[in-house]
């Protein structure tokens, strides 16, 4: 059974950092692109990072400097640590993998930047 768990959110003040965890099980992990995704209230679902099996690394645009996706295949693990966070990155962030037409969403886990 394919299962995404994410761990790591919670409150942070502007300017602070934050780090989020996907434990993964049920599939072979080293094989399948690993994102994240973050939905904000009344927005849609956007990519925020990626990580392919091979290590190949994409982020959108508003998060590039300041975050940072990793993996740990030996952990079946997705990192992304997030830095010099805003108010506009509080959003419920979701653990994703793929492989072909095969995809896996986690339950998120919700990021809030406020003073």
């Known amino acids: 059974q394919v299962q995404l768990v994410e761990s790591g959110g919670g409150l942070v003040q502007p300017g602070g950092s934050l780090g989020l965890s996907c434990a993964a099980s049920g599939f072979t992990f080293s094989n399948y692109v690993m994102s994240w995704y973050r939905q904000a209230p009344g927005k849609e679902r956007e990519l925020v990072a990626s990580i392919s099996a091979g290590g190949r690394i994409n982020y959108a645009d508003s998060v590039k400097g300041r975050f940072t996706i990793s993996r740990d295949n030996a952990k079946n693990t997705v990192y992304l640590q997030m830095n010099s966070l805003k108010h506009e990155d509080t959003a419920v962030y979701y653990c994703?993998?793929?492989?072909?037409?095969?995809?896996?969403w986690g339950q998120g886990t919700q990021v809030t930047v406020s003073s």
């Open positions: 994703n993998a793929v492989r072909f037409a095969i995809t896996a």
